[in-house]
C-alpha cells in the first residue's frame, strides 16, 4: 500500500483499529504506519499543552486532554492485535506452514523474522533434540553444584593456587643438615632423695580461624570437615574458610563484619 500524502489523525487510527479488532489476519496498512502514529501523537500533545496553557478548565482543554487520552489508548490497542497475530504467524511458520508478511510494516517485519527464527530453533531443540546455536552476549548459567561439590572446587582452586605459586618461587633452598643430636646421659639420683617428674605440658590445641556468616537462603544438609551442617535462612554461623568461600561465591550466604 503507497503511503497516503495526508497526515495521520485520530479517525485514521480508529479505522485501523476498527480493522484489526474485526478480522482475525493482519490488516494491510500505511508502510510508516508506527512513525505516523508517533507524529499524531505529539502533535495531539502540543495541542492539549496549548489549551491548558490558556484555560485548564475550558471545554477546549478538556475535549483535546480527552482525545490525546484516547489516542493513546487506541494506540496500545493497535499494536496489541497486530503483534499477536505476528507472534501467531512466527509460530504457523516455524512448524512448516506458508505465512504471507506483505502486509507487515518495517519494524513488524524485524520483529516476525526475529521471533521466527527463535521459535524455529528452540522448537527444533525442544521436540528433535537439536542443539540450540549459543545466543550471543548471553551469559552462561552457573552449574547446579550441591555445597559438598562448591567446597570441593574451592579446595582444588586453593590447591591449583598453592601450586602455581610455588612453581613461579622456584625450588626452595636445601635446608642445612641437622645435626646428631648428642647422648643422653643417664642421671641417677640418690636413693634417700625422692625425683620429683613434672608432669607433661598441656598442648594449646588453636582453633582454625572462623567467618562469620550470614545464610540468605535454606541449605539442605551437607557434609563439612569433621561434621554435618543444615542451614537455614537468616542464621548467623562460624564456619571454616573453605566452606564460607563456597556459600558466599555461590551467593548463598554474605560476610558478617563484627565490631570491635
Do not use: W
Request: charged share 30%.
Amino acid at each position: 500500500m503507497t503511503p497516503p500524502a495526508d497526515k495521520f489523525t485520530f479517525e485514521d487510527l480508529t479505522e485501523v483499529y476498527r480493522r484489526e479488532q474485526r478480522n482475525k489476519t493482519i490488516s494491510e496498512v500505511r508502510r510508516d504506519l508506527y512513525p505516523a502514529m508517533r507524529e499524531c501523537l505529539e502533535g495531539l500533545k502540543r495541542e492539549s499543552e496549548r489549551e491548558y496553557a490558556v484555560d485548564q478548565f475550558s471545554t477546549r482543554a478538556k475535549l483535546a486532554s480527552n482525545q490525546l487520552m484516547k489516542f493513546q489508548e487506541k494506540s496500545a490497542q493497535v499494536f496489541e492485535f497486530r503483534f499477536g497475530k505476528i507472534l501467531d504467524m512466527a509460530l504457523r511458520a516455524a512448524q512448516g506452514n506458508k505465512v504471507d508478511t506483505a502486509k507487515l510494516t518495517v519494524e513488524e517485519q524485524q520483529i516476525y523474522d526475529q521471533v521466527f527464527s527463535l521459535l524455529k530453533e528452540r522448537r527444533a531443540a525442544i521436540l528433535d533434540g537439536g542443539r540450540p546455536r549459543a545466543v550471543e552476549n548471553e551469559e552462561p548459567s552457573l552449574p547446579p553444584y550441591t555445597v559438598p561439590e562448591m567446597i570441593a572446587e574451592c579446595r582444588r582452586e586453593e590447591e591449583h593456587a598453592e601450586t602455581v605459586a610455588a612453581q613461579a618461587a622456584g625450588p626452595l633452598p636445601e635446608a642445612p643438615p641437622t645435626p646428631e643430636a648428642p647422648t643422653p646421659v643417664e642421671v641417677v639420683a640418690p636413693p634417700s632423695v625422692p625425683v620429683a617428674v613434672p608432669d607433661p605440658p598441656l598442648l594449646a590445641t588453636a582453633l582454625p580461624d572462623l567467618v562469620v556468616l550470614r545464610v540468605l537462603e535454606d541449605i539442605p544438609a551437607f557434609a563439612g570437615p569433621g561434621r554435618n551442617y543444615r542451614l537455614q535462612k537468616e542464621d548467623i554461623v562460624s564456619l571454616p574458610p573453605t566452606i564460607a568461600r563456597a556459600l558466599v561465591a555461590r551467593n548463598k550466604a554474605v560476610n558478617v563484619r563484627m565490631s570491635p
